[in-house]
């Protein structure tokens, strides 16, 4: 079986998630784990507040005192990941050596498209001509060949079967799941 990258929370100390982000960056390039852990993510979301009538935007994490971290579950990954300063364990362990439970693809979705990105990392992950399935929107459940992808606004042409004949259709990357 072919081990896949998947998303697990990683608990840290609160207040300490950018600094957590950027140390598993640094040990996963330093260690040579490029091919087991991939990407880190600390969600945010923007909150407008009026104080003394004067609007400001403010950067909330969305999971204070957590970190996400995309990776292929091995041995040594884990290591890495909870050896790294700042991290105090990872969520969905019963601890005792047990390696933690995956986050569902809904769920890792849903928190990815509030960042703006996709479980699919587009510039490695995606080719012209990958088969994909749409996953969100009024072409939701049909399969489809990638024909082109335009990273600058984060969409996709997608040819799709229609009534018999073959289709473009644009969709953001963010609607699509990869066969």
Do not use: C
Not at 6 to 19: A, D, I, R
Not at 91 to 103: C, D, E, R, W
Not at 141 to 150: A, E, F, H, L, S
């Amino acid at each position: 079986m072919e081990e896949q990258k998947l998303w697990y929370v990683v608990n840290t100390y609160s207040g300490h998630e950018s600094k957590v982000k950027e140390n598993l960056l640094m040990r996963t390039e330093s260690m040579g784990m490029e091919d087991n852990i991939f990407r880190v993510i600390v969600p945010e979301t923007k909150e407008v507040e009026i104080k003394d009538g004067v609007k400001k935007e403010k950067t909330k994490k969305m999971f204070p005192g957590y970190v996400l971290v995309e990776m292929v579950m091995s041995d040594e990954a884990w290591y890495v990941v909870r050896n790294t300063p700042g991290v105090t364990g990872f969520i969905g362990s019963s601890g005792k050596g047990a390696k933690p439970t995956p986050l569902l693809p809904q769920e890792i979705d849903r928190i990815l498209a509030s960042e703006g990105l996709s479980r699919i990392d587009v510039e490695t992950d995606l080719n012209e001509g990958d088969s994909v399935t749409i996953i969100d929107g009024p072409f939701k459940g049909m399969y489809g060949k990638v024909q082109t992808i335009d990273l600058d606004n984060q969409k996709l042409n997608v040819l799709i079967d229609l009534f018999g004949q073959e289709t473009p259709v644009e969709v953001d990357i963010v609607q699509i799941s990869k066969n």
